[in-house]
């Protein structure tokens, strides 16, 4: 039969830290917590946005990437997505329906629907304040060609960044012709394969 004895302090009476101190211990408890506190601290506003959704990030120096506290994705600093959206050409404009290029369906399956409900729903009601001249100027050049007029109109009428809004420009110009496509569809099984495209 085993004996456990409890001090005055209701610890085990052989490891209470005020009956019994360690001097190693503490030390090495308090140099994890310095240590914790050093790495917390390391977190600055270097400037940087979520690729994702566009919020604003807290960033280490030391690091090529940062996490999303929001939508919990990850991003390059240096590195873009790599999706190539394609121009819209003018017959399309006038179909009754458009066609659904490969990187647009890749866009929404693996960026656009990670991104929480609630922030999509903000990122579209800002991009609702601009589509239509958005729309008007993008019909003849893209926002690289834009003049810093034009830039500073739409950027003033949103809370998005320039960057955003220069990689994503023709996702939100196909979204406003097709705008029930940023919906995450349900799943259909084709051919005995589950698939949302």
């Known amino acids: 039969m085993i004996l456990i004895e409890f001090c005055e302090h209701n610890n ?3 490891t209470c830290s005020i009956c019994c101190p360690n001097p190693e211990k503490a030390g090495r408890k308090l ?6 506190n050093q790495e917390d601290r390391k977190y600055i506003d270097e400037g940087y946005r979520c690729k994702y959704c566009d919020l604003e990030v807290l960033t280490k120096p030391s690091r090529r990437t940062y996490k999303c506290s929001v939508c ?14 394609p121009r819209l050409e003018e017959p399309e404009y006038y179909r009754p329906w458009l066609l659904k290029p490969a990187d647009i369906l890749r866009f929404r399956r693996e960026r656009w629907n990670k991104i929480p409900d609630w922030r999509q729903q903000e990122i579209l009601e800002d991009i609702a304040n601009i589509i239509n001249v ?4 993008n019909e ?17 009428r949103v809370k998005l960044s320039a960057w955003y809004l220069e990689f994503y420009e023709y996702w939100f110009i196909f979204l406003e012709r097709r705008p029930g496509f940023c919906k995450i569809p349900k799943k259909i099984n084709h051919r005995g394969v589950w698939t949302t495209d």
């Open 72 to 85: 919990l994705n990850l991003s390059h600093k240096d590195r873009e997505p790599s999706y190539e959206f």
């Open 31 to 36: 140099i994890e917590r310095a240590h914790t």
């Open 12 to 14: 085990l009476s052989n």
């Open 140 to 156: 003849s050049r893209s926002w690289e060609e834009y003049n810093q007029n034009e830039r500073n109109w739409l950027l003033r």
């Open 134 to 137: 958005w729309k008007f100027y």
